[in-house]
């Protein structure tokens, strides 16, 4: 510390120390005399107190007018028709490209548009997959160097390109070149969507026909067709008919306020070959003690 230095701080000392002794009062102890600190260190001179804080408080920041959200659940309310279809899907997602220009909300949009695709039933079509991947905008999320292709570079997005699909494959979507084009313009060749698309391409097709007897998508919700169905399955020779009984309405039957009849789905060869599975079918006893009845 410099002579100047120490000049300066025993002057104000000096003059703080003498105004608190001319403040004091004539029989007043020193501890109730209010303290007073130098006016060199930018304080108040005021008395301090828990309610009155020493250095005035920052102006408020002014708070700009916060936008409201795009409330993407009307998007898909505003079909002219109220029809849920793919033309309404559509059309809501163009409406959101051409309410957002930068695409500004485009993952939360993507993740509504996944859930409300069973609704507008288009979770099993292709090109309504292609048109959600191509709301991400293009060459923005690709990896520049190796630092970024170590680290996910844009991982909200890359966990939405790859929710689009794992939604894809769960309903047996097979993507074609349109998709791989599309994921190769967003987020480049070396990144976690387009690995999810190569191991896509490698195991549906082996994967495809694997089950030696397939189960259509849409099943019926007719009982007794669901029956036929399921012998169909069971029965080894791909000749073998099935054939349907219906026990005879009893005799106290009242008409159409009865409960459905029961019936007797049999599986068997045409009589040509071999005897069918349930002779006698159509008759009062049908070996009920061997096969049982099927009630539907």
């Avoid at 033309?87 to 939360?108: I, P, T």
């Avoid at 170590?150 to 894809?168: D, K």
């Avoid at 029965?235 to 349907?244: F, Q």
Wanted: positive net charge.
């Amino acid at each position: 510390m410099s002579w100047v230095q120490a000049t300066l701080l025993a002057r104000g000392l000096c003059r703080a120390w003498g105004g608190i002794c001319r403040a004091a009062l004539p029989g007043t102890s020193i501890s109730q005399v209010p303290r007073q600190l130098p006016r060199g260190l930018h304080c108040s001179a005021a008395p301090h107190s828990s309610e009155q804080s020493l250095v005035s408080s920052p102006p408020e920041p002014r708070q700009r007018p916060t936008k409201a959200l795009v409330p993407y659940e009307d998007l898909f309310g505003q079909a002219p028709s109220g029809e849920r279809d793919k033309a309404s899907f559509l059309q809501a997602v163009q409406k959101f490209g051409e309410h957002s220009v930068r695409k500004r909300g485009h993952v939360d949009f993507i993740y509504l548009a996944l859930r409300k695709m069973r609704e507008y039933g288009v979770e099993r079509d292709l090109a309504v997959y292609n048109q959600l991947l191509d709301i991400f905008p293009k060459e923005v999320f690709r990896p520049r160097n190796v630092i970024q292709r170590i680290f996910v570079h844009y991982p909200r997005q890359q966990e939405c390109g790859i929710a689009v699909l794992e939604q894809m494959e769960s309903h047996g979507v097979m993507p074609n070149k349109e998709t791989e084009f599309l994921l190769i313009q967003i987020f480049g060749r070396k990144s976690y969507p387009m690995l999810k698309l190569l191991r896509l391409k490698l195991w549906f097709p082996r994967f495809m026909n694997i089950n030696p007897f397939p189960v259509p998508r849409d099943l019926s919700q007719d009982p007794v067709e669901l029956a036929t169905f399921g012998l169909r399955h069971m029965e080894p020779d791909l000749s073998a008919r099935v054939t349907i009984y219906q026990v005879p309405l009893p005799k106290d039957s009242t008409g159409a306020a009865d409960p459905p009849q029961p019936h007797i789905v049999g599986s068997g060869r045409d009589p040509g070959g071999v005897e069918p599975l349930l002779p006698d079918a159509a008759g009062p006893g049908v070996f009920e003690e061997w096969l049982g009845r099927l009630r539907v």
